[in-house]
């Protein structure tokens, strides 16, 4: 079993940054491909990025060149970093760490942004 936290979701204005965390309750980025996804209200939860357990990334096309996810291996934590950012990226932003058939979500964590 895997716990996953979100944090560092809020409130910012369009082109400001955020960087969103996922805390994993132990190591897994070795064996498991990490995820970010969101939903906003009204649609269906979509892919934002991807980093396997090789490294290799992996980005929507709405949010490539803007957006950057990473992982710290030593705090079993993968980050988002969030720049430019748009009123289309509103959303519940979702973690989440997946080994063929076997996945695990976070809670989720709102990032809204408006002026």
């Known amino acids: 079993q895997v716990q996953l936290v979100e944090s560092g979701g809020g409130l910012v204005q369009p082109g400001g940054s955020l960087r969103l965390s996922c805390a994993a309750s132990?190591?897994?980025?070795?064996?498991?491909?990490m995820h970010w996804y969101r939903q906003a209200p009204g649609k269906q939860r979509e892919l934002v990025a991807q980093?396997?357990?090789?490294?290799?990334?992996h980005y929507a096309d709405s949010v490539k060149g803007r957006f950057s996810i990473s992982r710290d291996n030593a705090k079993n934590t993968m980050y988002l970093q969030m720049n430019s950012l748009k009123s289309e990226d509103t959303a519940v932003y979702y973690c989440?760490?997946?080994?063929?058939?076997?996945?695990?979500w976070g809670q989720g964590t709102q990032v809204t942004v408006s002026s």
């Open positions: 132990r190591s897994i980025f070795s064996d498991y491909a």
């Open positions: 989440n760490a997946r080994r063929a058939v076997e996945q695990y």
């Open positions: 980093i396997t357990s090789g490294g290799f990334t």
